[in-house]
């Protein structure tokens, strides 16, 4: 048989065992080989539909930090009780992400992330008949909360690692960009609503923005390379799909057992806290009202955060491409301790207007906001060969417990304090923090989880 793909690139898709065109079928015809030269690999197809899925569920995401006047004065709640809304969804976001890797072992990937998005549309659907604020922790909390996490950089590691052999770091910066241009598309139209026409029916939008990505995950999204008879990009050979894997709780936690024992879980778990602390808990959900404390308009101030959105795109996807030539350890300190140093800048900037300081620091700090993934999903990788996906879940959970906690916290210190200005410099304080974690990640690579040594 003429091989007509290119193993070094994937740029073509080589027909799998049992095809027309398998083993023993003979000499392809030169007309077809010509044209399986020049086609593009399915996985990149896969990258496609994975990138759509996450900007579309990113309206959920974009909303939180918008909400928290607009309730504070329809229903007199503190900014500290919609802050613990918050604060759950964003643990739950990460605490649920390593049992949906897992889940995404058992069921596939399809059905996952399409009941996933089901429960985030009927969590924030719900919350336009809310009156408590019990009602408010159970839609967007628990429910948006769940929902979301399955939906989490590990169902972007899923596929990352099941279709790619080859440009790993780049495909993760670029499905990690996904959720920025997300926030980049829905901020400046949720905005919009909450001040023309209430928070109510920006709850509405959200919802139906996740049930409108259903369908598309559901006809286009494939498990496996196996179920569509190619090669993982840059694949030299065939692989089989493997056989669903039973237990997903029991496994999830079993990783979980081995990794609390090695020394580099606890520093990416640890660094990866403050990443979440300092970007979702903090900017997301905070600058927003504290621009407002400073009499900026909210329209201006998500717009802001959508141009964080627009220059997070290129730094994520550029940090992808670094992470495949350089060492990712260092990457990370200086994204640290670059993001550290701009927040302490942060509360001389804020005024009425937007004004040449502000507008660097957003574009400084949108370069660095999740610049962070990539080096920290290679290091797992690194560390932690097939079991990467579920043990990132799990250094995602640290994440989003960060992020919950400043979440919460942030808004105890507006309503103690009445203003932001001690937040941004605790904040600036552990990225400083982070930046030396990073540096003492000592590199191992192992091939199974059951290789590493305790540390």
Request: hydrophobic share 55%; aromatic share 10%.
């Amino acid at each position: 048989m003429t091989q007509t793909t290119d193993a070094a690139t994937g740029t073509a898709d080589e027909p799998g065992p049992g095809t027309a065109e398998g083993p023993g079928s003979g000499t392809a015809p030169s007309g077809r080989s010509r044209r399986s030269r020049t086609r593009i690999n399915r996985a990149w197809f896969v990258a496609a539909v994975t990138f759509v899925t996450i900007i579309g569920a990113a309206a959920f995401r974009s909303l939180p930090g918008l909400l928290i006047d607009p309730l504070h004065q329809e229903f007199g709640w503190s900014r500290g009780t919609i802050g613990a809304a918050a604060s759950i969804n964003l643990a739950l976001y990460g605490l649920t992400a390593p049992f949906a890797a897992a889940l995404m072992d058992r069921f596939g990937i399809r059905r996952v992330v399409a009941v996933a998005l089901t429960v985030i549309a009927l969590g924030s659907g719900l919350t336009v008949w809310m009156t408590a604020p019990w009602q408010l922790l159970l839609c967007w909390g628990l429910l948006v909360g769940l929902g979301s996490g399955s939906m989490a950089l590990a169902f972007a590691a899923t596929v990352t690692n099941r279709w790619f052999t080859a440009r790993k770091g780049l495909v993760t910066g670029i499905l990690t960009a996904a959720s920025a241009s997300g926030q980049l598309i829905f901020l400046p139209l949720l905005s919009w609503i909450v001040e023309e026409h209430s928070w109510r029916p920006a709850a509405v939008t959200v919802s139906l923005a996740a049930l409108a990505v259903v369908p598309f995950v559901w006809l286009l999204l494939r498990d496996h390379p196996a179920d569509v008879g190619v090669k993982p990009y840059g694949a030299t050979e065939f692989v089989p799909k493997p056989e669903p894997v039973t237990g997903a709780a029991r496994r999830t936690i079993s990783v979980l057992s081995k990794a609390v024992r090695t020394g580099p879980f606890w520093l990416l778990a640890g660094t990866f806290a403050i990443c979440g602390a300092s970007t979702n808990g903090l900017i997301q959900t905070h600058f927003v009202p504290a621009a407002h404390d400073h009499g900026m308009p909210i329209t201006a101030a998500a717009s802001l955060l959508a141009v964080i959105g627009v220059f997070d795109v290129v730094g994520t996807i550029a940090s992808g491409w670094f992470t495949d030539r350089f060492e990712p350890r260092r990457l990370l300190a200086v994204y640290y301790a670059l993001r550290g140093i701009s927040l302490l800048f942060l509360p001389m900037l804020l005024a009425p207007t937007v004004h040449p300081p502000m507008l660097f620091f957003i574009v400084f700090y949108g370069l660095d906001w999740v610049a962070t993934v990539p080096p920290t999903l290679a290091l797992c990788r690194e560390q932690y060969g097939e079991d990467s996906a579920i043990v990132f879940g799990w250094v995602l959970a640290s994440h989003q417990i960060g992020a919950a906690l400043v979440a919460f916290l942030g808004g105890v210190a507006r309503d103690a304090f009445g203003s932001y200005d001690m937040v941004w410099y605790v904040s600036g304080a552990l990225c400083a923090v982070a930046a030396l974690m990073a540096l003492v990640i000592r590199r191992r690579p192992v091939a199974r989880m059951g290789a590493v040594a305790v540390a």
